[in-house]
Every structure is written in C-alpha cells, then in structure tokens.
Nanobody, 121 residues
Framework: QVQLVESGGGSVQAGGSLRLSCVASTYTSVNCMGWFRQTEGREREGVAAINTRLGTTYVTPSVKGRFTISQDNAKNTVYLQMNSLKLEDTAMYYC???????????????WGQGTQVTVSS
C-alpha cells in the first residue's frame, strides 16, 4: 500500500505560479507518479507524469511549456511547478502512483486526497 499526500495548492491570480508537492510513503512497487486534475462535472484529466526510475516525463499539451514535473527520489517526492497559470487551470489536483506510466488514470493504483488550485482574474 502506498499513501500519497499532496500539498501546495491555493489561490493565485492569473499569470501567477504555484508548486504542488506529493510525498509517497514508499516507492516500492511504484514506477510512475502522476498529477491529475478534475473540475466538477468533468472527467479527471492527466496533467503530467514521471517515471520514477528513468526520469521520463509526460505532459499534456494544454500545459506544456507552463507546467514542469520533477522528482526528488531521496524524499519520495514529486513536484508540479505551475507557471503562467490560467483561469482554466482551476481544479482539484490529485497525485497518483502506480506500476505503469502515462497520462491515463487507469494506469494508477494509488491516489492522494487532492489539493485545490484556484486561479482568479
């Protein structure tokens, strides 16, 4: 079992930045950490993912060039640096972990509770 704890969400004006963090209780059986987001009434969307062993990253086109995923394996922690935030980035952001890697939520076995990001004009 892997527990995930997200932090770093909050409210920011459009154009601003936030950094989300996700700490995993263990990296055993985890090859990939991902970030997803969801707004009410919409399906959960894969935002970014990183292969914890190879460092390969995946980023959805709508955030490419603005969001960066990185990791600190010594701390079992993954980060999502979000710059140039837009109103449409407002969502609950979830951290996920699993044996496979990519932006499909079916790949992931473990999920955090989420952290809210609100972007205002």
């Amino acid at each position: 079992q892997v527990q995930l704890v997200e932090s770093g969400g909050g409210s920011v004006q459009a154009g601003g930045s936030l950094r989300l963090s996700c700490v995993a209780s263990t990296y055993t059986s985890v090859n990939c950490m991902g970030w997803f987001r969801q707004t009410e009434g919409r399906e959960r969307e894969g935002v970014a993912a990183i292969n914890t062993r190879l460092g390969t990253t995946y980023v959805t086109p709508s955030v490419k060039g603005r969001f960066t995923i990185s990791q600190d394996n010594a701390k079992n922690t993954v980060y999502l640096q979000m710059n140039s935030l837009k109103l449409e980035d407002t969502a609950m952001y979830y951290c996920a972990a699993g044996p496979g890697c990519g932006l499909g939520e079916y790949i992931y076995r473990y999920w955090g509770q989420g952290t809210q990001v609100t972007v205002s004009s």
